[in-house]
T-cell receptor, first 109, second 107 residues
């Protein structure tokens, strides 16, 4: 039982590049989330999904897109990366409490 | 704007003492709450889940919820150096987290 798996763990992007952060869970949870955490700050919700085919914006969705074609996968797409997107990104799923992936540390230079 | 507020700390307590962490929330309709612990460079891990007014105990941890006053707290008894971490409060139905309180337990 792997829980929530995120890839990659680290990435450096140049301004204007795009990338997809991958997230997979094997717990059959309907609810999945993407959060970002800036240094010394709490978690800010980017997007969430309540099931396959259903996604919705969170608190800070600008510059990001998501899709949810299966229960297991919830990738996060960054288009036209900006320095303000330098952060640690956490994917999570929930049933009764969030289970977090190990995070992706992204630097945009 | 729904808010979840925590004292950012740092909070420093001696080993063996009780650490008290507090969280207030603005949405009176909030029903359930989580406490997470996050070690530096790691992902948050669930400590406690509470949805009823009053106290809920799990080992050295006690969560307290007062919906009338809109606060939830976490008490850590017999604090250990291994408890040094950032503690995050979360409101389940809002999917919102507080900024976290950094706790240091000094040997």
């Amino acid at each position: 039982n792997a829980g929530v798996t995120q890839t990659p763990k680290f990435r450096i992007l140049k301004i204007g590049q795009s990338m997809t952060l991958q997230c997979t869970q094997d717990m059959n949870h309907n609810y999945m989330y993407w959060y970002r955490q800036d240094p010394g700050m709490g978690l800010k919700l980017i997007y969430y999904s309540v099931g396959a085919g259903i996604t919705d914006k969170g608190e800070v969705p600008n510059g990001y897109n998501v899709s949810r074609s299966t229960t297991e996968d919830f990738p996060l797409r960054l288009e036209l990366a900006a320095p303000s997107q330098t952060s640690v990104y956490f994917c999570a799923s929930s049933y009764s409490g969030y289970t977090f992936g190990s995070g992706t540390r992204l630097t945009v230079v | 704007q729904k808010e979840v507020e925590q004292n950012s700390g740092p909070l420093s307590v001696p080993e063996g003492a009780i650490a008290s962490l507090n969280c207030t929330y603005s949405d009176r309709g909030s029903q359930s709450f989580f406490w997470y612990r996050q070690y530096s460079g790691k992902s948050p891990e669930l400590i406690m889940f509470i949805y009823s007014n009053g106290d809920k105990e799990d080992g050295r941890f006690t969560a307290q919820l007062n919906k009338a006053s809109q606060y939830v707290s976490l008490l850590i008894r017999d604090s250990q150096p291994s408890d040094s971490a950032t503690y995050l409060c979360a409101v389940a139905n809002d999917m919102r987290f507080g900024a976290g309180t950094r706790l240091t337990v000094k040997p």
